[in-house]
């Protein structure tokens, strides 16, 4: 395969394995670009990491500086457009505001930051109970980082699902992908049956690394990526009084514009676990309501989990893989939501340049 150059045109085929918000974004860019597109879920669409993320559009709370903080800011400075124009092409509501995030006792380098676009300024106490009504009165540093922004991930994905498929792309649910086979095309074994198409890109999530691939008949090794479970609690209340996020830690809290307040979260390496233990759920509210103790007062708790795909490299995977007619995409780790339009439109400009 050295020096092969695999270049898309208009009538040419794309396999994307993976229907999160990443998988979604990119067979949307795609299909706007004349490809034609299948995307295969394992269970599905949308029904993972993306499903149970908050929507927290934040990289000052996790970067520093970098490729990956610059790649994370220029990602974000795409969403109201990304947001705009799916909200047009398809009448979809999507929730989604530039709200800030108010850091506590965070330690990150502001000067570092601000030389990678991630503004942010220190306040007192007073003025941070001003900008989030109803927060405790914490001793601690505070720091308001005024770019962040929120989205509702479940509409989103909605949307760019009606998106995709009315430009013909094709989304086929629960089915399991168990090898990818690589030459001068792609074929796929799945639990569905076999996909053979022109060129493929791996949005899989935290299952994505563990995907058998051969390359010319080689067995070739993806960068590995491993599951990091987060639980979520949400509340609802009748309407929005907090602005930005709350985030101290591991502990953060937002509020939609419905009024649905979300408590997050843990950070547990416990592979693919699914149950749920009081303890842990009572460590979230806990940790939540020391922040902001109104969290209390809300009704109908809802809980969930899901699995951020962390990746054995601690970077994100966005790219070609071995000069083959395969690309990945994944390894976002907390950052999925917020690297979507970003990855999707270096990726469906890679694939389809001449």
Not at 243 to 266: C, D, H, K
Not at 267 to 283: H, N, Q, W
Request: net charge negative; hydrophobic share 45%.
């Amino acid at each position: 395969m050295a020096g092969a150059k695999i270049a898309l045109c208009q009538h040419e085929t794309v396999i994307i394995v993976g229907a999160g918000i990443i998988g979604l974004s990119l067979a949307w860019r795609l299909a706007q670009r004349g490809v034609r597109v299948t995307v295969l879920e394992r269970s599905k669409a949308a029904g993972e990491a993306s499903w149970a993320a908050a929507g927290m559009l934040a990289p000052g709370g996790e970067f520093e500086s970098g490729e990956t903080a610059r790649f994370a800011v220029e990602s974000l400075r795409m969403y109201p457009e990304f947001v705009r124009e799916l909200k047009e092409c398809t009448g979809r509501p999507i929730d989604f505001r530039i709200c800030g995030t108010l850091e506590i006792d965070f330690e990150a380098d502001p000067e570092s930051q601000a030389k990678n676009g991630i503004r942010s300024y220190a306040v007192d106490l007073h003025e941070a109970m001003k900008l989030a009504p109803g927060m405790a009165p914490l001793e601690g540093t505070f720091r308001f980082y005024p770019d962040d922004a929120l989205v509702d991930p479940r509409e989103a994905c909605q949307a760019l699902l009606a998106a995709g498929r009315a430009l013909g792309a094709r989304v086929v649910e629960n089915c399991n992908v168990k090898r990818i086979d690589v030459a001068r095309g792609v074929k796929i074994e799945t639990s569905q049956g076999m996909f053979e198409d022109d060129s493929a890109a791996i949005a899989a999530g935290a299952w994505s690394g563990a995907i058998p691939v051969t390359v010319e008949g080689r067995l070739q090794q993806l960068p590995g990526t491993y599951p990091v479970r987060g639980v979520l609690v949400g509340r609802k209340f009748p309407q929005r009084t907090l602005g930005p996020f709350l985030r101290r830690g591991l502990s953060y809290l937002v509020q939609r514009e419905s009024g649905l307040a979300i408590a997050g979260t843990t950070s547990e390496k416990l592979g693919f676990e699914r149950s749920l233990p009081d303890e842990t759920v009572a460590s979230v509210i806990a940790g939540v309501e020391a922040l902001w103790p109104g969290f209390a007062a809300g009704a109908e708790t809802d809980v969930w989990l899901g699995f951020r795909p962390a990746s054995d490299s601690g970077e994100p995977h966005i790219g070609r893989f071995e000069n083959a007619p395969l690309w990945l995409a994944y390894g976002h780790f907390r950052n999925g939501i917020l690297m979507a339009p970003g990855t999707a439109a270096r990726l469906a400009e890679e694939m389809t340049r001449g």
